[in-house]
C-alpha cells in the first residue's frame, strides 16, 4: 500500500531531551515536508526537501533540523525539545511540483 | 509573505444541500493550489489540485476553481452528505513549489 508512515505516533518528553521523529514514504516520491498543526495557527511549514541531501527551511524552522540521506526517509529532529514545540506534526511527500502532497497519519507530541 | 484565508470558518447545512467553501491568497503568483480534507484527530486527504494554468478541477462531487487574478479559490460539494463532515483546508504553493502555505481552514457540519 503506497503511503507515509510516522513513528512515533505519541510522543511525551522533557525538555532538553533530543528526540527524533521519523518519516518514511514508499512511493518514490522526490519531495518531502514537515509541518506543524496548532490551535488557532494552522498548518504550518517547518522544512521541506526536494531531494536526497537538498533541503530548505519553510516558516518555522526554528529549533528544528532535518536530514535527507535516503530519498525514503526525511526524520525531523529536534535537539532541546520546549514546550512551545508541543504540537501535531505532520510528514508529507509528493512527486514533484505539479503533484499533490500525500500526509502521514500525523505525530502528537508532548514536551513538558 | 504569502497569506491564505479561508471563509466561513464553520458552517452547518442539512443533509443534501450544495455549498461553496472559500479561499483567498495574498501573492498570485503560485504555483498551484490543493484542496484537503482532515478527519478530527487525523491526517489530511488530499482531494483536488488545480495547477496554475487551470481554472477548474473536478471529482465526483467536488468542484474545485481557481482565479488566480482575483487571488480566490472555491469548493463546491454537491448534495452533501453526513460523511462530508470534516475541516476542508485549501493550501498554495509559491512559485518556487514547495513551499506550501495553508489557510486556516473551515469546519463543516453536514447534519442528517
Known amino acids: 500500500e503506497a503511503q507515509v508512515t510516522q513513528n512515533p505516533r505519541y510522543l511525551i518528553t522533557v525538555t532538553g531531551k533530543k528526540l527524533t521523529v521519523t518519516c518514511s514514504q514508499n512511493m518514490n516520491h522526490e519531495y518531502m515536508s514537515w509541518y506543524r498543526q496548532d490551535p488557532g495557527l494552522g498548518l504550518r511549514q517547518i522544512y521541506y526537501s526536494m531531494n536526497v541531501e537538498v533541503t530548505d527551511k519553510g516558516d518555522v524552522p526554528e529549533g528544528y533540523k532535518v536530514s535527507r540521506k535516503e530519498k525514503r526517509n526525511f526524520p525531523l529532529i529536534l535537539e532541546s525539545p520546549s514546550p512551545n514545540q508541543t504540537s501535531l506534526y505532520f510528514c508529507?511527500?509528493?512527486?514533484?511540483?505539479?503533484?499533490?502532497?500525500?500526509f502521514g497519519p500525523g505525530t502528537r507530541l508532548t514536551v513538558t | 509573505k504569502q497569506e491564505v484565508t479561508q471563509i466561513p470558518a464553520a458552517l452547518s447545512v442539512p443533509e443534501g444541500e450544495n455549498l461553496v467553501l472559500n479561499c483567498s491568497f495574498t501573492?498570485?503568483?503560485?504555483?498551484?493550489l490543493q484542496w484537503f480534507r482532515q478527519d478530527p484527530g487525523k491526517g489530511l486527504t488530499s482531494l483536488l489540485l488545480?495547477?496554475?494554468?487551470?481554472r477548474e478541477q473536478t471529482s465526483g462531487r467536488l468542484n474545485a476553481s481557481l482565479d488566480k487574478s482575483s487571488g480566490r479559490s472555491t469548493l463546491y460539494i454537491a448534495a452533501s452528505q453526513p460523511g462530508d463532515s470534516a475541516t476542508y483546508l485549501c493550501?498554495?504553493?509559491?512559485?518556487?513549489?514547495?513551499?506550501?502555505?495553508f489557510g486556516p481552514g473551515t469546519r463543516l457540519s453536514v447534519l442528517p
Open positions: 501573492d498570485s503568483a503560485i504555483y498551484n
Open positions: 488545480i495547477q496554475s494554468s487551470q
Open positions: 493550501a498554495v504553493t509559491n512559485s518556487y513549489g514547495q513551499n506550501f502555505v
Open positions: 508529507a511527500s509528493s512527486p514533484g511540483d505539479f503533484y499533490e502532497q500525500y
